[in-house]
């Protein structure tokens, strides 16, 4: 196995530093999201959406239900403001 460089392994800290802020920034937006109060309720999805949003929750460090309620909270608030 070859030996990495310093500028290689600095690279891949810097990578990994950058990734650990955006999962954070993530992760704080949706503990706020859930802080806000809820409530339970039963909605049905398609398996391609539900897979799609697995993968993508997964992604960014989260569970796929938190991503799914983040995603609808910022779409209804877009939808808010557009009216």
């Known amino acids: 196995m070859r030996k ?3 500028s290689t392994i600095e690279a891949e800290k810097a990578f990994a530093a950058d990734v650990y802020r955006d999962r954070a920034a993530i992760n704080r ?3 706020a999201v859930l802080a806000s109060g809820s ?3 039963t909605i049905r999805l398609g398996n391609d959406e539900l897979a799609l949003a697995r993968r993508q ?3 960014r460090g989260l569970k796929y239900q938190t991503y799914i309620k983040m995603l609808l909270h910022e779409a209804l608030g877009r939808n808010r403001v557009v009216r």
């Open 4 to 6: 990495k460089s310093s």
């Open 29 to 31: 937006k949706a503990q």
């Open 57 to 59: 929750a997964e992604a």
């Open 39 to 41: 409530r339970q309720i």
